[in-house]
């Protein structure tokens, strides 16, 4: 299967054309965050503060790169488990956050908000984040440096490998992935 190439930010008829179990490489600039930054986060929209970023339009890859060797751009840079992200997600779409790279399976009230803010949802191969890092051209820490590795960063991209695991339409790679492969009665 040839990998269909997508740019960054999400337009929203790339997202459109999206389904799950396509292959993508993207190119563009994406944004870092995880567990802590996803918190603070919340904590202003909870609070009506302003964001310290804008998130309308962008996508997030859930990783806290390791510390950037000499003559690099950045560490290696795997998915995090995004079920981690899962209690704060729904509220970051809804000021229009459009997607999301990480691994592992999503709530139902996350694919739901996927459906209703048609979004989408990016899978990145696990334990593979040194070979992931040669798709990062550029990062640049933009806010809560005091996180370290978990400070939002701004990343350029150039042919990030992932795959689309669930789409806009709210269907799910993992659940229909399942389901074929039990069909084949091959499950033990």
């Excluded at 990480?102 to 984040?129: C, D, L, T």
């Excluded at 790679?173 to 009665?185: D, E, F, K, P, W």
Aim: aromatic letters at 4%.
């Amino acid at each position: 299967m040839e990998a269909k190439r997508i740019k960054l930010p999400l337009s929203e008829e790339a997202i459109s054309q999206l389904r799950a179990g396509e292959a993508v490489l993207l190119t563009g600039t994406l944004l870092s965050g995880r567990d802590a930054a996803h918190q603070r986060l919340c904590q202003l929209l909870r609070e009506g503060k302003p964001l310290p970023v804008e998130l309308a339009g962008e996508t997030i890859f859930y990783v806290g790169p390791s510390p950037t060797p000499p003559g690099r751009v950045i560490g290696s840079a795997g998915p995090t488990t995004s079920g981690r992200m899962d209690s704060y997600t729904p509220a970051l779409l809804e000021v229009g956050l459009k997607g999301m790279i990480g691994k592992g399976q999503r709530s139902p009230e996350v694919i739901a908000a996927i459906r209703r803010h048609r979004a989408v949802y990016f899978a990145a191969m696990g334990g593979a984040g040194a070979l992931m890092s040669r798709a990062i051209r550029r990062a640049e820490v933009i806010c809560y440096p005091e996180l370290g590795t978990e400070a939002i960063h701004r990343l350029e991209v150039v042919d990030f490998p992932a795959i689309v695991a669930i789409d806009a339409s709210g269907a799910d790679l993992y659940q229909s992935g399942r389901a074929a492969y039990c069909r084949t009665g091959v499950n033990h």
